[in-house]
């Protein structure tokens, strides 16, 4: 491939540096992965993957030993319960139209990032751990980029790629330092021993919060929990266990015994949920955006991996694809194709995460009989919305 001669160096190893890797190698690319960490580590507890994740993650190659490792949810049942564990409603999540993939799985983070790195490692993608970039020349009458890592190598790329994540240090070289937007939301999250009966997505709406249980794995089970954290207090994290048994105390239902099995410091994690909203362009000549660099969102709908993923994979598609257009328009295309979608997910994430934190208890009882009666009309429709998006571009 003529324009991607000098190689591409993909600046962050997480899912979307990572799949977009494969999917370079695979195509014969020359591909640099430029990782900040020491040894490969991967912190967080749970993570869901929804249908379109799932069909990401099939083209790059993984899908067997993601439906291996983690836990799919038959039919793609959602229990709603209020946070006493009264039935609200039932919702079902669909399959992407025409595939047999399952409308929803679970599995541990860790778990994601080994299937990746397995598969990177079986293509032997240059990796630089410990590292990161220091300078980039972009000169139009230079065939490649000159890259310069922070351990003193120097690079040429026909392309450089930011996949650093919701604090990015590429976006900041490329369109200065834009800070992501305290949404105001904390997540709490931790893992436990699944009971075998559990098999279904668990959804808890309480007043100002909301508590999922989702299975991971045979054994293992996530809980994920949302509180309004206006103004980022912060949590000793000597005592984060109990600070979210506390938060979560008039939680019964099925979080009860997950919430008393909360022991430990290490076994809770907390995080403030930021945003990012990068206008458009995401690029600027040879180098480009993708992932939460370009477009983190709030986590209520699950997306941000698949978000990431379908990036990198219309990315590498666009880049192999040889239109005759310079690297510079392919990539100014790229982030005009794929911002409508990633805004969409934005939006739709942000107001189902504010209405699981509406804070008075007769507006959270309407909320529920609402959603009694809409619920599932309101996922078919994202999901449907999804779809157009990709049947419009493709
Ligand atoms: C609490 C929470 C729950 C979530 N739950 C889900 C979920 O259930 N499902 C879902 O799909 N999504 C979920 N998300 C979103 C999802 O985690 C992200 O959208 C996804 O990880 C984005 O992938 P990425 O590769 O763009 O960024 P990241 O996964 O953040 O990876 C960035 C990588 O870049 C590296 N890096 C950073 N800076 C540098 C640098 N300067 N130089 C070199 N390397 C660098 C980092 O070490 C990291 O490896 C959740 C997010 C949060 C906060």
């Known amino acids: 491939m003529e324009r991607l001669q000098h190689g591409v160096v993909i600046v962050g190893g997480g899912i979307a540096g990572c799949t977009l890797a494969i999917l370079l190698a695979e195509r014969g690319v020359a591909v640099t992965l430029v990782e900040r960490q020491q040894r490969w580590q991967f912190h967080g507890s749970g993570i869901f993957v929804y249908s379109n994740g799932l069909a990401a993650l099939e083209k790059v190659g993984v899908l067997p030993a993601i439906l291996d490792s983690g836990f799919a949810i038959a039919g793609g049942r959602n229990i709603y319960l209020d946070h006493r564990g009264d039935a609200i409603t039932d919702t079902f999540y669909p399959s992407v139209p025409g ?8 599995i541990r983070r860790a778990e994601l990032h080994r299937i990746l790195l397995a598969r990177l490692q079986a293509l032997s993608v240059q990796v630089r751990l410990a590292s990161t970039v220091l300078s980039v020349e972009d000169r139009p009458e230079n065939l490649a980029l000159q890259v310069e890592l922070d351990n003193g190598e120097r690079l040429q790329a026909s392309v450089l790629v930011g996949a650093d994540g919701v604090r990015s240090q590429m976006r900041a070289r490329l369109f200065g330092a834009i800070e992501p937007h305290d949404t105001g939301f904390g997540v709490w999250r931790s893992i436990h021993r699944r009971p075998a009966q559990l098999v279904d997505k668990i959804m808890m709406m309480g007043v100002g919060k909301r508590l999922g249980i989702m299975p991971i794995s045979q054994e293992q089970l996530y809980v994920y929990a949302t509180t309004n954290e206006p103004g980022h207090p912060h949590y000793d994290p000597a005592s984060l266990h109990l600070t979210m048994r506390e938060k979560f105390a008039e939680f019964g239902g099925p979080a009860r015994m997950f919430l008393d099995d909360l022991r430990d410091p290490s076994q809770a994690f907390y995080t403030v949920v930021e945003e990012v ?9 040879r180098i480009t955006l993708v992932g939460d660099a ?50 969409f997910v934005q939006d739709v994430s942000r107001r189902v995460g504010e209405a699981g934190g509406l804070e008075s208890a007769d507006t959270c009882a309407a909320r529920n009989v609402r959603m009694r009666e809409q619920a599932q009309a309101d996922v078919d429709h994202f999901y449907r919305s999804l779809h157009a998006f990709d049947m419009a571009t493709a």
């Open 99 to 106: 595939t047999q993939l399952p409308p929803i799985l679970g």
């Open 277 to 285: 909203r990068l206008p458009l362009p995401w690029s600027r000549g």
């Open 294 to 343: 370009a477009h983190a969102s709030t986590p209520f709908m699950g997306q941000g991996g698949a978000m990431a993923m379908e990036d990198s994979i219309v990315l590498a598609d666009m880049l192999c694809r040889d239109t005759g257009d310079g690297v510079a328009l392919t990539l100014a295309a790229f982030g005009r194709q794929r911002q409508p979608k990633c805004t």
